[in-house]
């Protein structure tokens, strides 16, 4: 079955960074897009990051861009995160997710089929 494992979580300081991974198997998603998207307690589920097929066109949300760089290994199936900067509001579970249908980006949940089961990143002094 189709499996996204994240890693790379953990507890930093703030301006500290932290590199996330998310590790597809089951089948290849490398016509796929891929993205992030994190859930802080109390909080609905919100984007991050999307990537399309190739790792040409890249979306973000404000409160990351710039600071954040989403990039992909096809040969590996595997997405990566690259977080900089971290600030105590990016405290959240981080999901990977990736798209069945779609190639393109997308900032939207519905455009994903599969999910990870999450990593923790808390950003605290």
């Known amino acids: 079955q189709v499996q996204l494992v994240e890693s790379g979580g953990g507890l930093v300081q703030p301006g500290a960074s932290l590199r996330l991974s998310c590790a597809a198997s089951?089948?290849?998603?490398?016509?796929?897009?891929m993205g992030w998207f994190r859930q802080a307690p109390g909080k609905e589920r919100e984007f991050v990051v999307s990537?399309?097929?190739?790792?040409?066109?890249?979306l973000y949300s404000e409160s990351v861009k710039g600071r954040f760089t989403i990039s992909r290994d096809n040969a590996k199936n595997t997405v990566y995160l690259q977080m900089n900067s971290l600030k105590p509001e990016d405290t959240a579970v981080y999901y990977c997710?990736?798209?069945?249908?779609?190639?393109?980006?997308?900032?939207?949940?519905?455009?994903?089929?599969?999910w990870g089961q999450g990593t923790q990143v808390t950003v605290s002094s």
């Open positions: 997710a990736a798209s069945d249908r779609n190639s393109f980006v997308s900032r939207y949940p519905s455009r994903y089929d599969y």
């Open positions: 089951g089948r290849t998603f490398s016509s796929s897009a």
């Open positions: 990537i399309n097929w190739s790792g040409a066109n890249t």
